[in-house]
């Protein structure tokens, strides 16, 4: 009923940047907090970035001050603008939205299928 489609993952160099889409779409109300997440292989998925729809923002401390997050309310839309890349930045990054698919539901979190960011030395 809905789906969260990532897009962007790539393989880039040290210092370089990219940027992930991750778009909402299905039987969709009312979209709450968005956020990135990722995960490496045998940890724990962390958090990279949230936003609320009201524009407000909340990063990990790892990635601020070298990524964004944005969002475009009228495409169900969530951006992850990623500068300055290190190595440590690899992994899968995942999207996630609470969605509210009437006006008498609650949110309701929704993920995406991840995408694989590398980041060679």
Do not use: H
Request: aromatic share 10%; charged share 15%.
């Amino acid at each position: 009923q809905v789906q969260l489609v990532e897009s962007g993952g790539d393989l880039v160099q040290t210092g370089g940047s990219l940027r992930l889409s991750c778009a909402a779409s299905g039987n969709i109300f009312m979209i709450n907090n968005m956020g990135w997440y990722r995960q490496v292989p045998g940890k724990q998925r962390e958090l990279v970035a949230t936003i609320t729809s009201g524009g407000s923002t909340n990063y990990a401390g790892s990635v601020k001050g070298r990524f964004t997050i944005s969002r475009d309310n009228a495409k169900n839309t969530v951006y992850l603008q990623m500068n300055s890349l290190k190595p440590e930045d690899t992994a899968v990054y995942y999207c996630n939205a609470y969605i509210r698919s009437n006006w008498y539901s609650g949110p309701v979190p929704y993920w995406g299928q991840g995408t694989q960011v590398t980041v060679s030395p």
